[in-house]
């Protein structure tokens, strides 16, 4: 599997389904962050992982803030499930009801975890619930 490009296209976002091991063995192997997103039953989740990049890779507090906060803002709009996972360096939503979006927060997450938040912004408007 080829390294993604940052930022990386939704529609490159793998699908990790029944993948998830070889993925993130993938990841690791060319040291960048992991990023997947898996089907659950009607429902997808989204993966990000920042310990594949490896020590040098650092996720500061501005980037953790911005997605606890975008995570926190899916959930209580019932955009994910309660039992999201938001740092500091793996995030992951459940619950996302459809593939698109879960592309579109991916690569969000991918992006906000190589310190561009812009597309985290698009994706999770602090002003109004997203679907």
């Not at 976002?13 to 040291?31: C, E, K, L, N």
């Amino acid at each position: 599997m080829p390294p993604l490009p940052i930022p990386c296209p939704r529609d490159l976002i793998p699908d990790a389904t029944h993948a998830f091991g070889a993925v993130y063995r993938a990841a690791r192997a060319q040291g960048v962050v992991f990023v997947a997103i898996e089907r659950e039953g009607q429902r997808w989740t989204v993966k990000a992982d920042a310990l594949t990049a490896g020590p040098g890779h650092v996720v500061d507090g501005a980037v953790n803030e911005a997605l606890r906060t975008a995570i926190v803002h899916l959930v209580r709009e019932r955009c994910a499930g309660p039992d999201a996972y938001a740092g500091p360096v793996y995030f992951m939503l459940h619950d996302v009801p459809s593939e698109e979006r879960a592309r579109e927060l991916a690569a969000a997450f991918h992006a906000a975890l190589y310190g561009d938040l812009e597309p985290l912004r698009r994706a999770v408007p602090a002003d109004g619930p997203e679907q």
